[in-house]
């Protein structure tokens, strides 16, 4: 992203205009004595940039102004805002706006607050899909809606309430709760460790993850609702034919109807001889045959046994055999042998095998205890007692009854969804489909990314950080706060002089806008204002607050060495940033830096709006 402020305008009430011009890629320095209006340019630029409140000074400034105008370049265009001048302290909603940054000579309205910020948000890439996450409400930002280009400016001030500060806060605004509660919610995508894209995948992804959570309570509900359905369905079925209103053989299809028939007035025949009645006689004879089957196979195991056990008893002429040369025979003796062999063959053989009716045996029982069981689940479908009716109310009771609940079963059954499963499914693989960034490892590294970059400005600046230019630098990314920690220790220092302080928010707006660039974030500006960093060596109006010219000329110098430092090395880099500085220092402590440029000295009668445009 390319920006620069090219000048501010304050069109005074007397006709005249008063601009201040800067430069790009500079560190453009406004120094001067106090309550010449030094200060009020980063409040005017606020105003300009649409600020719901405002603390312009009423006495020489607002009094004397009409209309404050900024003029700046952003992504090679050039606009010009105007805000009419506050009313009783009051913020004007008058606004006049120029897409081709043209500055009049007489200013009148010409648009709105709301288009104006959409244009420029457009350039700043903040566009509807720029929102707070679902879960990222609070009291006072509601989820979901569009993240202001306010909220990223938080990175383009240091203002002298921040300088220093020595309670851990690095952003300006943190005293207004909006503006506290938005830091963290914007910070990862300010630095570029989550995008929009990431965001919208997660939102998407938890918007479907609801919707699949409520599919499966549904389906759920509607399992428990189906079995309950059908629970009291054949609960109904199994008294109706109790009490004879409809058939024991007719089934849960043709039930429903009979039911309703007999509602009706249309009386079920009924046959002296049950249903019950016929399957129990075919239950029981299918007992009977299996039980018969079932002993004759045992008998049969026995005869088997039996016909081994005679086998045994032949063995001896197995003996013979194999002595036969050694037995003195008779005439007969060869005939008989012979005639037992064959015999103790064949009754080897008929109990070594699985006869046919062996298997035949088998098949049978199996065939006859699948039908048993079949007639056994017709069974207890069936009604266990026959009941009657005590009187016809109690007859026209149990079929109002069963009448009400056919007419609910008849309504709601077209509409009983059996599953969402298909659903379900849909959801699942479209979930598996977003990939979403784990943005924790990055900001792990951002986090050591800070680290390290504030470690090399410590080295820079040691000289001017005394005690602490050894000490290595924890980012707190919890509270957006820089620490210092003693070497080779957990201790985390309380470190104590405005002078480190100060140092400290350098550091830290330093490092953020270089993790801004190295990630290419598009929603931060490259552009910082700094108000009087010389503040813990000058008082408010300009005169030294120590004893030791010296040692704080040198800090004040080192300071403005490092933003003249960033200024280069961002040039090097190939990008592009701005500073605006507001001090008290002499220009001469800073001329012979290359990257500093000093806009204007407010002295002698000059300031933010000079005695000589007053007269």
């Given amino acids: 992203m390319n920006f620069s402020i090219i000048k501010i305008a304050l069109w005074l009430k007397n006709g005249r205009v008063r601009e201040i011009e800067f430069k790009p890629n500079k560190v453009n320095i406004i120094t001067g004595g106090s309550h010449t209006g030094k200060s009020a340019i980063l409040e005017i630029i606020d105003y300009c940039f649409f600020s719901s409140k405002s603390r312009i000074s009423e006495s020489m400034i607002n009094e004397n102004v009409s209309w404050y105008g900024l003029n700046f370049s952003v992504n090679d265009k050039t606009y010009t805002i105007a805000r009419k001048s506050l009313i009783e302290g009051k913020v004007s909603d008058e606004y006049y706006f120029s897409s081709f940054g043209e500055i009049p000579k007489t200013v009148e309205t010409n648009n709105s607050e709301n288009a104006i910020k959409s244009i420029i948000e457009t350039e700043f890439n903040i566009d509807r899909d720029a929102k707070f996450p679902s879960d990222y409400g609070s009291n006072y930002i509601k989820s979901g809606t569009k993240i202001s280009l306010r909220y990223f400016l938080m990175f383009n001030t240091i203002s002298g309430n921040i300088i220093e500060n020595d309670e851990g806060i690095f952003f300006d605004k943190q005293n207004e709760t909006r503006y506290k509660e938005a830091l963290p919610r914007i910070f990862d995508l300010a630095l570029g460790i989550e995008t929009v894209e990431n965001i919208l995948k997660a939102e ?13 309570r549904k389906n759920k509900t509607i399992t428990a609702k189906a079995d309950d359905f059908n629970k009291e369905k054949v609960q109904i079925l199994q008294q109706a034919k109790e009490y004879n209103v409809i058939k024991d053989s007719t089934n849960s299809v043709d039930a429903i109807n009979e039911l309703n028939n007999a509602i009706l007035g249309v009386q079920s025949s009924s046959t002296s001889n049950s249903e019950r009645e016929k399957l129990e006689s075919s239950f029981y004879a299918l007992q009977r045959k ?10 049969y195991e026995k005869y088997k046994k039996t016909i081994k056990n005679l086998s045994d008893s032949l063995k001896p002429i197995e003996f013979l055999r194999e002595k036969d040369s050694e037995i003195i025979k008779t005439s007969i003796f060869d005939e008989l042998v012979n005639s037992f062999t064959k015999d103790l063959d064949l009754i080897r053989k008929s109990y070594s095998t699985n006869t046919p009716i062996d298997r035949q045996v088998k098949d049978n029982v199996k065939d006859l205890e699948t039908k048993l069981n079949a007639i056994k689940e017709e069974l207890d479908l069936l009604p266990k007692e026959n009941k009657s009716f005590q009187n016809e109310k109690e007859k026209y009771f149990f079929l109002g009854q069963v009448k009400s609940k056919l007419e609910i079963f008849s309504s709601n059954a077209p509409n009983v969804k059996v599953t969402y499963d298909d659903e379900i499914k849909q959801l699942e693989d479209q979930i598996n489909q977003l990939i979403i960034t784990n943005t924790e490892e990055k900001r792990e590294l951002t986090i050591k990314l800070i680290e390290e970059i504030i470690h090399d400005y410590i080295k820079e600046s040691k000289e001017a950080l005394a005690n ?43 490092s953020m806008h270089e993790v801004i660039f190295q990630n290419n974030s598009p929603f931060v500006a490259p552009f910082l204002i700094v108000d009087q960093p010389s503040r813990p060596y000058y008082g408010t109006n300009g005169k030294r607050k120590t004893n030791e010219p010296e040692s704080d000329d040198y800090k004040i110098k080192k300071a403005f060495e490092l933003l003249d430092t960033f200024i280069a090395t961002r040039n090097s880099n190939k990008g592009n940033f701005q500073m605006i500085v507001l001090e008290h220092i002499p220009k001469e402590d800073v001329s012979d830096l290359k990257n500093i440029h000093v806009v204007e000295e407010f002295f002698d009668g000059n300031a933010l709006i000079p005695k000589s445009y007053l007269n």
């Fill in 290 to 299: 299996i039980r018969n089957i079932t002993k004759f196979a045992n008998e």
């Fill in 204 to 216: 998407k992804k938890s918007e479907l993850e609801k919707q699949l959570t409520q599919l499966v």
């Fill in 468 to 510: 602490y230019s050894t000490y290595q630098p924890v980012f707190d990314y919890k509270n957006k706060t820089l620490l210092l920690r003693k070497p080779r220790t957990s201790y985390i220092e309380n470190v104590g002089s405005s002078s480190n302080h100060m140092f400290l928010h350098l550091f830290f707006s330093l």
